[in-house]
Nanobody, 111 residues
Framework: QVQLVESGGGSVQAGDSLRLSCTAS????????MAWYRQAPGKQRELVAR???????NFADSVKGRFTISRDNAKSTVYLQMNSLKPEDTAVYYC?????WGPGTQVTVSS
């Protein structure tokens, strides 16, 4: 059974940085793409960033140039480095691998 656990969320001021981590267990994760999604109150869940098994990445337009995604296959961990955070980045951030989701971690950015 695959399990994903996110960490690193918190409450910060606009302009600050956070690094989210997602550690996975129970599967051969290195062979697959992983992604971060987020869901703000009253909004649909949206893709934030995705990284393929070979390390190619893509980002939502709203975070391009501010967020980076990386993975450490040896640690079965994917990271989301978030810089220059804005209040509109406030959301619950979810790690995704195929049909599996983590429970989410809250990110709150105040102005």
């Amino acid at each position: 059974q695959v399990q994903l656990v996110e960490s690193g969320g918190g409450s910060v001021q606009a302009g600050d940085s956070l690094r989210l981590s997602c550690t996975a267990s129970g599967g051969a994760l290195s062979s697959y793409a992983m992604a971060w999604y987020r869901q703000a109150p009253g909004k649909q869940r949206e893709l934030v960033a995705r990284i393929s098994s070979l390390g190619s990445t893509n980002f939502a337009d709203s975070v391009k140039g501010r967020f980076t995604i990386s993975r450490d296959n040896a640690k079965s961990t994917v990271y989301l480095q978030m810089n220059s955070l804005k209040p509109e980045d406030t959301a619950v951030y979810y790690c995704n691998w195929g049909t599996f989701w983590g429970p989410g971690t809250q990110v709150t950015v105040s102005s």
